[in-house]
């Protein structure tokens, strides 16, 4: 297994534009999240997976925001009319549902976007 | 108010020169306190998970403590190769069963040869 992956690793957009972030988890883990990390800020927490039910959203997940995980296997994050506040950096993580390592998450590299 | 604070923000130490980061969370019930290591362009990677005060972890040169309000991350006789952002988080209880991450700011640390 080549853990989580992330694609696009980088995206320049135009403010305005829609972008679209894909996630493959580790295929044995039923929990995927989503979290959002700004320079010199730890990441956080936008939305959570089980299998392919959304769980948990947080309040900075605005409707601009539509995650989506369709066969519970891999998600993508979009964000619809992109704004320079979002600029970040967007990290996904995925872990079993259950036993020793149900809390521990492994990440992926993260996707980088700069809003123009 | 910050649920979690790290401090310090960086560090530098001198390769061989121990040293402590400290986390402290305010949170109403812990459901467990994790340390991360993050490099430059890279996810975070987990080191340890601390659940009740007292508890200990240990990996390699990193030991990991927890008290009531505060964990420490302790480095013994740092390598250059330890330079990295330490980043802590809280798992907090909720009547949902949340499996949030709060996390801390973080602490850049340079080990200098």
């Known amino acids: 297994d080549t853990g989580v992956s992330q694609d696009p690793r980088h995206k320049i957009t135009k403010r305005g534009q829609n972008v679209t972030f894909r996630c493959d988890p580790i295929?044995?883990?039923?929990?995927l999240y989503w979290y959002r990390q700004t320079l010199g800020q730890g990441p956080e927490f936008l939305t959570y997976?089980?299998?392919?039910?959304?769980?948990?959203k947080s309040r900075l997940l605005s409707d601009r925001f539509s995650a989506e995980r369709p066969k519970g296997s891999f998600s993508t994050l979009e964000i619809q009319r992109t704004e320079q506040g979002d600029s970040a950096m967007y990290l996904c993580a995925s872990s079993p549902a259950s036993g020793a390592g149900a809390n521990v998450l492994t990440f992926g590299a993260g996707s980088r976007l700069t809003v123009l | 108010e910050d649920q979690v604070t790290q401090s310090p923000e960086a560090l530098r130490l001198q390769e061989g020169e121990s040293s402590s980061l400290n986390c402290s969370y305010t949170v109403s019930g812990l459901r467990g306190l994790f340390w991360y290591r993050q490099d430059p362009g890279k996810g975070p990677e987990f080191l340890f998970t601390l659940y009740s005060a007292g508890e200990e972890k240990e990996k390699e040169r990193l030991k990991a403590t927890l008290t009531k309000k505060e964990s420490f991350l302790h480095i013994t006789a740092p390598k250059p190769e330890d330079s990295a952002t330490y980043l802590c988080a809280v798992r907090e209880h909720s009547g949902a069963g949340s499996y949030q991450l709060t996390f801390g700011k973080g602490t850049k640390l340079s080990v200098i040869p």
């Open positions: 295929s044995e883990h039923n929990r």
């Open positions: 997976f089980q299998n392919e039910a959304q769980l948990e």
